[in-house]
């Protein structure tokens, strides 16, 4: 969802400026935010609002629906979804980008990665191991 500017008073609740020309709001307690104030680029915000997002207050684990376990939470860096690292095989965060194969990998899954023998995304999400990660997606060619 998207708050425009209107007669009502939105606020972002990170910076308090209020009426912007855009801000995400959750669908679980309707806290507004700017997407720059929350750190979100805009490929993630086009995705985000697709779909009923939440805040990082409200943000629950996409496979098991539970908002435990902060530590082991991570983020989609294409949608921005959550995930506990043990619900999707993983036993710590990767380090550099990370997509999710729930709803992300598929939409790329021809890319092939320059870095790492030319998998791509597809082949290497039906691996054993459920890490979905290829080497960096600045080096992933289409």
Known sequence: MIAFKSGSVDRC???GVANAAQMLSCATCATKVHPDCAGLPERVVTVALGYMWSCIECKKCTVCEKPD???AMMFCDRCDRGYHTFCVGL???PTGTWV???FCADQT???KCNKCSGAT???VGSRKSSRTRLCDSSSVAA
Do not use: F, G
Request: proline share 6%; net charge negative.
């Open 13 to 15: 609740s990170i910076c």
């Open 69 to 71: 376990n902060e530590d």
């Open 91 to 93: 036993t710590a965060p």
């Open 100 to 102: 999710c194969t729930n």
């Open 109 to 111: 899954s021809q890319s």
């Open 121 to 123: 995304r597809k082949e």
